[in-house]
């Protein structure tokens, strides 16, 4: 089993950059996939990105694709969210949840995760 804590999230202007990040408890976080998903009160979790085990495989949502960057520190137990050119509408609470399935089609919807963070708000003003 793994714990996650997300932090870094914030109020930036339109434009701006945040890192948020998701730190995992226990040893064995090396062997977990690890997926950022997003939601706005009243609308459902939506996948932005996500990164493999290894980190040799990652994939992103296209709202996000080009402004986003996801990496991982095994050795940390940290995973990151790079946020660049943010906009308002990617206002919302992010999540982070890690998967001990293979990389694949799970890796980008929910149902693919079986452990979650709390979540990190990020408010982006224009």
């Known amino acids: 089993q793994v714990q996650l804590v997300e932090s870094g999230g914030g109020l930036v202007q339109a434009g701006g950059s945040l890192r948020l990040s998701c730190a995992a408890s226990?040893?064995?976080?090396?062997?977990?996939?690890v997926g950022w998903f997003r939601q706005v009160p009243g609308k459902e979790r939506n996948f932005v990105g996500a990164i493999s085990k290894s980190g040799g495989s990652s994939a992103y949502a296209d709202s996000v694709k080009g402004r986003f960057t996801i990496s991982r520190d095994n050795t940390g137990n940290t995973v990151y969210l790079q946020m660049n050119s943010l906009k308002v509408e990617d206002t919302a609470v992010y999540y982070c949840?890690?998967?001990?399935?293979?990389w694949g089609w799970g890796s980008m919807h929910t149902s693919g995760y079986q452990y979650w963070g709390q979540g990190t708000q990020v408010t982006v003003s224009s």
């Open positions: 226990g040893r064995t976080f090396s062997t977990y996939g």
């Open positions: 949840a890690a998967s001990t399935t293979g």
